[in-house]
């Protein structure tokens, strides 16, 4: 009964997380910015299609094509959130100078988003006045919100659901503090993106997997091998199992660790769908090689030379993040150090069971089934990102996720 409870509970709270994580709701407009140490502030409006409608009248749709549409009211945007919107500080005025529109789709509708930048920014204030007066006189529902998404020094990184300000019609202006800041915490806060995007990476957890397997075991000599089953011995002790995941470990940190520099400071550069098939594929060689020895007594060359473009991929992570040149260094530390406690606790959590599983007969079993696992899975992935298609088995997954839901009456 309680096992049927907690079931239960977890998955309504998988059920319900987006809700908590998106940031977008009806009846909302939002200020997005993101605060540079050296290169100013730049931000976006996001305003709701119907929301622009009941202001202007315009007739817009939720539907993918209309950005030409929306382009062509670009002047009188502008105009608009010129006279409803506004930015101060000690410096002075910061003027809103535009960059452009786009559009985000989402379940609620389009989102208009209208791209600037913030002049007088020569230093970065203690605080930021902002005026939101936008849709209130033909919504009277309507609120604003203003999220900074980036702020390196104040430990900000990749952010768009925690809000730092809120506007109402009877509300529309309110102080925004930047002065709670340090290195510290922007390090901290690139730690823990290189935690979470190793552990959200299951392909780099895949690579991990196939690299550690083999650990808990040893294999006999050509003449004692009866089948593939019987291929392997488990080792007797702990300080050689320990021995090989330090050494593996080793040489793929400091792989990535080299490639992930190189690439961050933009002294190599390879196209990213090379680098994500080749991350694919390596999963694949490394539990193929469980299975039959490419590189005997060598196991180091998989996780060096693979290594090297698991590096480049987490350089890839850094890019969406929008770092720019400030703090480069304290980032890539910040994050490479994130990485290596990211797969430190997988390890620490899948290897003490593996090397209590390593006396069972059926290890071996584990080993093997484990490995062609891994082979299908990387030949999935080399497939859909060599040619750029979708194959489909994850949006199925996803869809049985869903009925698996629905049949326990949680949507």
Known sequence: MLNHKFRKLLLSFLLFLPLFLFAHAPEHGYIF????????????????????NKVFDWGLKSKNNQLSEVKSHTNELQTYLLEHSN???????HNITFKGIEILNTGLGDYIQVLFDLDNFSTIPDSLDVTYNIAFEKSPTH????TVEYNWKAGIIENESNISLYFTPGDTTDTLSLNEVSLWKGFVAMINQGIWHIWIGIDHIFF???LILPSVIKRRREDEITSLMTSWEPVSEFKPAFKYIISIITFFTIAHTITLSLSALKVISLPGWIVESIIAFSIGLAAFHNIKPIFKGRDWIIAFGFGLFHGFGFASVLGDLGLQNEFLVYSLLGFNVGVEIGQLLIIFAIFPILFLLRNRKFYSKILVIGSLFLIVASAYWVIERVFDINLGVEDY?????YKARVALNLR
């Open 87 to 93: 930015f101060k500080s000690a410096n002075g005025e």
């Open 397 to 401: 997954l996803r869809y049985l996720f």
């Open 208 to 210: 991990l997997i196939a």
């Open 143 to 146: 609120r604003g919100f203003l």
């Open 33 to 52: 910015l993101r605060i540079y140490e050296n290169e100013g502030v730049e931000g976006r409006f996001e305003i709701l299609s119907d929301d622009l």
